[in-house]
């Protein structure tokens, strides 16, 4: 079994790991910028931009990005490669078009409803040429990760990342006050060189012939629908407790939500990373002969690495939030602490429930996550509804630690059933993680003492 940890697990982990720390990296070191320069009220539209546009963002890659990958390098047939690359960009264009539309003329309605202002309407707009800007960048990074490439995709979030954090630091050393606005046009300039970097690396894979088939939509849609409805679903789910506050609260509370979760998803790094990698090789070990063993061991081992990762810094931020807080977001944001500790300990219970919805995903079932996500959505919704009118504003946090535990219990069991998941497996994995890290630092430094 350790040769499906062989040279590809190394090459595309180091280099999916890196770009999932470089997008955290770079957003926390642009949220403490930000944190000090903008207001509570202002921080919390900036969320709530956020959180509208990634919710897309991630809604449309599930729709897409999944398919791409799963027929692309699963074929041989040039021509199809070449229909199903020109079919998803063609429904790229499309669903983005839509958002725009959507985006002219309820974004008003929508910022009402928030409590977020003319503001946030400001900022959507400004936006709009870099979600044109994201048609290009996701397509190209669904060319390289369906080729198993995984370098020009780290490489273009770097120049997006770095880029953004360069037109932030600059405007905030010449002293000027930040307006939203120019924050939107600062992330579609960095998109859009994101996007040329990501297109010199995909040439290679590029055939510059737009073929869209109609069979291969349907082909997408069929396989993708079930993802996009469950990525709907996940998304909104993830975002309920920041929206909901701003909507039952405030909109300046959403920043002391938002000052939780970007701190929370540095514990994350591993977990997505590890879905990008896991991805392709449970779609390829599904159609092996052995392909159930494979898969569960891929998953329990896969779930046991990650968890001997995020433990240790979670138990850290649990035992001092506000100290954590102040050094990242500062002083006025240190009411989160609570609401930190309750993400940190829902955040514990991730990586089963992520590496399980993908394993779902991949191996062709995604009618079915697409049920437990509907479900887990409403439940977090009423629990939601109930925590903020009982208990103000913590509830969201409350609510989120509640639901995160029904959902962590409900993949539990889905997975006991779809794959012999065995919870004292994962636990071992964990313990010879740590063991396999003990060791080869052992060997490391008897190897410099020997040397030297």
Request: charged share 10%; hydrophobic share 50%; net charge positive.
């Amino acid at each position: 079994m350790k040769r499906y940890f062989s040279s590809y697990w190394i090459r595309s982990g180091f280099y999916s790991i890196l770009q999932r720390f470089s997008l955290t990296f770079f957003g926390l070191i642009n949220f403490i910028i930000l944190a000090r320069a903008l207001s509570t009220a202002e921080m919390g539209t900036w969320a709530l931009f956020l959180t509208v546009t990634s919710v897309f963002e991630a809604t449309k890659s599930g729709l897409l990005k999944n398919a791409h990958i799963k027929y692309v390098s699963g074929s041989e047939d040039l021509n199809e490669k070449i229909s199903i690359a020109s079919s998803s960009f063609l429904i790229n264009v499309l669903i983005t078009l839509l958002f725009i539309i959507f985006l002219i003329f309820f974004s008003d309605w929508m910022s009402t409803e928030l409590n977020a202002g003319a503001g946030l309407t400001a900022t959507l707009y400004w936006f709009i040429p870099g979600l044109i800007c994201m048609v290009f960048f996701s397509h190209f990074e669904a060319i390289q990760q369906s080729h198993l490439d995984f370098k020009g995709v780290l490489v273009g979030y770097l120049v997006r990342q770095v880029l953004f954090f360069l037109c932030l630091t600059i405007h905030f050393l010449t002293g000027k006050p930040f307006l939203l606005p120019h924050l939107a046009a600062y992330l579609s300039i960095s998109i859009l060189a994101g996007s040329i970097v990501l297109y010199i690396y995909s040439r290679k894979y590029l055939n510059h012939n737009f073929r869209p088939e109609k069979k291969s939509i349907k082909k997408i849609f069929g396989y993708g629908g079930y993802i996009f409805g469950s990525g709907v679903m996940s998304n909104i789910f993830s975002n309920v407790d920041q929206v909901m506050t701003a909507a039952f609260i405030s909109n300046s509370a959403v920043a002391f939500y938002n000052t939780a979760s970007k701190i929370n998803g540095l514990v994350d790094i591993p977990s997505y990373a590890a879905a990008d990698i896991i991805f392709p090789k449970i779609s390829k070990a599904s159609s092996d002969a052995d392909g159930g063993n494979k898969i569960k061991y891929l998953y329990e081992r896969m779930v046991g690495v990650l968890l001997s990762f995020t433990t240790p810094a979670a138990i850290f931020i649990i035992i001092f939030p506000k100290f954590v807080i102040t050094i990242i977001a500062g002083a006025k944001y240190v009411e989160a602490a609570p609401i930190l500790q309750l993400y940190m300990i829902t955040g514990l219970m991730r990586p089963m429930q992520n590496q399980a919805a993908n394993l779902l995903n991949s191996v062709g079932k995604p009618s079915l996550c697409f049920v437990i996500n509907t479900v887990s959505l409403a439940i977090n919704l009423v629990i939601s509804y109930i925590c903020l009118k009982s208990f103000g504003f913590y509830g969201a946090a409350i609510a989120t630690l509640i639901a995160g535990g029904i959902g962590f219990t409900i993949w539990y069991f889905v997975m006991k059933r779809e794959i012999q998941l065995q919870f004292s497996n994962v636990v071992k994995y964990v313990f010879s993680t740590y063991r396999d890290m003990y060791i080869n630092a052992i060997n490391i430094y008897r190897g410099r003492s020997l040397s030297s």
